[in-house]
């Protein structure tokens, strides 16, 4: 019989070190392998920064990387932030080009997982 403590034990730490403020994984939900937030970084500082810098965006200003602009030009971002995030990365759009091919699909789970921990923080704002 597993005792109570333990489990209270247990959640505790995991809610400490989801406060600690520097987390490195996050889940994908899409295929339930955690994604990596330091690739992720990297993959966006290769690819996206260019024109995304602190998640701006140099060719059209009024797509940014902010929540609010995700929210208002991604049709699925409502629904589900990270799926809509890697539909635009993998399909682009407009000005955006498509990465689908140049990019693994964790390369992609993993950037769009930065994108949207950044856009909850604001982008260091």
């Known amino acids: 019989m597993p ?16 406060l600690s403020g520097s987390p490195t ?6 295929d339930a392998v955690p994604a990596n937030l330091e690739n992720g970084s990297q993959v966006f500082s290769a690819q996206c ?4 810098m602190g998640g701006g965006n140099v060719i059209r200003a009024n797509r940014t990387l902010s929540q609010t602009d ?6 699925a971002y409502r629904s589900d932030h990270l799926e809509a995030i890697e539909e635009q990365v993998e ?5 955006m080009p498509a990465f689908a091919g140049k990019l693994s699909e964790q ?6 997982a930065f994108v949207e921990e950044q856009a909850e923080r604001g982008w260091g704002r």
Do not use: E, K, M, Y
């Open 3 to 18: 005792l109570p403590g333990l489990s209270l034990g247990v959640l505790l730490l995991l809610w400490l070190s989801l």
């Open 25 to 30: 994984l996050a889940l994908n939900p899409t």
């Open 49 to 52: 920064a260019a024109c995304h």
């Open 70 to 75: 995700l929210q208002a030009h991604l049709a």
């Open 91 to 95: 399909h682009g759009n407009n000005a």
């Open 107 to 112: 390369d992609i789970a993993d950037v769009a």
